[in-house]
């Protein structure tokens, strides 16, 4: 099945230009979004009580919402945990709250109305504990761009390395910036979304860097940008045809999931639209920027280069 003919000749370089305007663009208002709305932590960073309680039939989150408000918690995260009759409250606390005066107060809140409601766990995470899960959170990023950062050097080149890292940043960046200025929480699921789009994204990048090593192969007369359009082109119904059906999954997860993944399923959602632009417009122009040419990726053999001196003589 191909969604687009295999003999397409889109010239993806000339629209360069564009994608770099609309990349910075993006990129700025996600700076800018940081800087005036910051991103909202959820309680696994910012430390709070949560609270599981059982009913003995299905319930309706908004009439959870609608007791909790009346019982002094406007602001508590309220969603199903495993079944419809178990939901999961999440409040932010301050450090050195009374885990059980706060747990019974919500009890109070939901016996006002439903007096069938049982108390089945009550967590505390304090605000240490997500300050050293924020760390450790952007260490792990930070890592895994070192990494592929090496391993797209030893497999390819540093001039493609450095495509693939700056598309990599750019989609991470982006990502964070919707989550930023629509005040979606920042929970661990969404840090563990936007680990899963880095390696998505440097997936997509990998296959088209193939096609291009290939491609310097095969066309040596061909100039390195008639090699990235044909590479591009050339993948384009493979990359298309899996992040197509990854956002229907990933729309599935969005709609039916349910509240506990919507985090997750909305960050990968918005990493792999943006990783999928990324892989054909940012990746490999910042390589061709950068001058990547097929002696970058096939050197010449010593004794070659000695025969072509001896020529020039």
């Given at each position: 099945m191909r969604l687009i003919k295999s003999d397409t000749h889109i010239d993806f370089v000339s629209y360069g230009k564009y994608a770099i305007v609309f990349s910075v663009l993006l990129i700025l208002m996600s700076f800018v979004s940081f800087g005036?709305?910051?991103?909202?932590?959820?309680?696994?960073?910012?430390?709070?009580?949560?609270?599981?309680a059982g009913y003995p039939e299905a319930v309706e989150l908004q009439n959870v919402r609608n007791a909790l408000a009346d019982g002094g918690y406007p602001g508590a995260t309220v969603q199903h945990f495993g079944a419809s009759d178990s939901v999961m409250i999440r409040l932010a606390t301050d450090e050195g709250a009374d885990t059980s005066a706060v747990s019974t107060q919500v009890m109070n809140a939901l016996h006002a109305q439903n007096p069938d409601a049982q108390l089945r766990r009550v967590e505390f995470v304090g605000p240490q504990v997500g300050k050293e899960l924020i760390n450790k959170g952007a260490l792990a990023l930070l890592y895994t761009v070192i990494a592929i950062l090496i391993y797209v050097i030893v497999r390819f080149h540093w001039k493609l390395a450095s495509g693939a890292v700056v598309a990599l940043v750019h989609d991470v960046l982006i990502t964070l910036g919707v989550f930023s200025l629509f005040h979606l929480d920042f929970d661990l699921t969404v840090l563990a979304a936007l680990l899963a789009v880095i390696g998505y994204?440097?997936?997509?990048?990998?296959?088209?860097?193939?096609?291009?090593?290939?491609?310097?192969r095969r066309m040596r007369k061909a100039t390195p940008t008639e090699v990235v359009n044909a590479s591009i082109n050339q993948t384009l119904s493979r990359t298309l045809m899996t992040s197509g059906t990854t956002i229907l999954t990933l729309l599935a997860l969005f709609f039916l999931g349910g509240e506990v993944i919507h985090g997750f399923a909305t960050a990968l959602l918005i990493g792999i639209l943006i990783g999928t632009y990324s892989s054909i417009f940012v990746a490999s122009a910042l390589a061709l920027r950068l001058k990547i040419t097929s002696q970058d990726?096939?050197?010449?053999?010593?004794?070659?280069?000695?025969?072509?001196?001896?020529?020039?003589r």
């Open positions: 005036f709305e910051k991103l909202t932590f959820g309680i696994d960073f910012t430390g709070g009580v949560i609270v599981e994204s440097l997936n997509d990048t990998i296959v088209v860097y193939d096609r291009i090593r290939e491609n310097f990726l096939f050197p010449p053999k010593e004794e070659d280069a000695e025969k072509a001196a001896r020529v020039t």
